[in-house]
């Protein structure tokens, strides 16, 4: 695919785009993750937002990696490349958690009997929700920084 726009290469506005939406996906999962009346108010909200996280992640991979073949090779540009595949993985593990959270909440609490289950649930699904927002929040400040490195310093 030819990742540009008049001439303009899209890398930046994809980037500008998951340098917003994976923090939002973060910070949603850490909140939702530890108060409940935010979990109730964002509903399905929340999985929406890390749906909208998800997708921008390989839209600025694949344009970056577009991009990549047209630029001189740096350490810098490595080292940002080698960064940005690692972030896929935590923004679908922050998209999966708050689906099966909004969906424990929605479908299943009601119907589970067991009080182990419930307060496992209750235990395991924000510790998992709390880590994932964090390192995902890591991973995208400092694949941003590699990169505003490789573009200033490169």
Not at 27 to 56: C, E, H
Request: hydrophobic share 60%.
């Amino acid at each position: 695919m030819d990742w540009q726009f008049g001439g303009i290469p899209l890398h930046p506005l994809f980037v500008h785009l998951t340098a917003v939406a994976v923090p939002v996906a973060s910070l949603t999962a850490i909140v939702v993750a530890v108060w409940p009346a935010a979990r109730r108010w964002l509903a399905v909200g929340a999985p929406i937002i890390g749906l909208v996280a998800l997708v921008s992640v390989p839209l600025a991979t694949s344009s970056g990696e577009w991009l990549e073949h047209r630029e001189r090779e740096s350490a810098l540009l490595e080292r940002h490349t080698e960064l940005a595949d690692g972030l896929l993985p935590w923004s679908i593990a922050v998209f999966a958690l708050l689906l099966l959270w909004w969906a424990w909440h929605r479908f299943a609490t009601d119907r589970v009997t067991s009080g182990g289950a419930l307060r496992a649930v209750a235990v395991v699904g924000p510790v998992l929700l709390l880590a994932a927002g964090v390192v995902s929040m890591i991973e995208v400040i400092v694949i941003g920084h590699a990169g505003a490195a490789s573009v200033w310093k490169g």
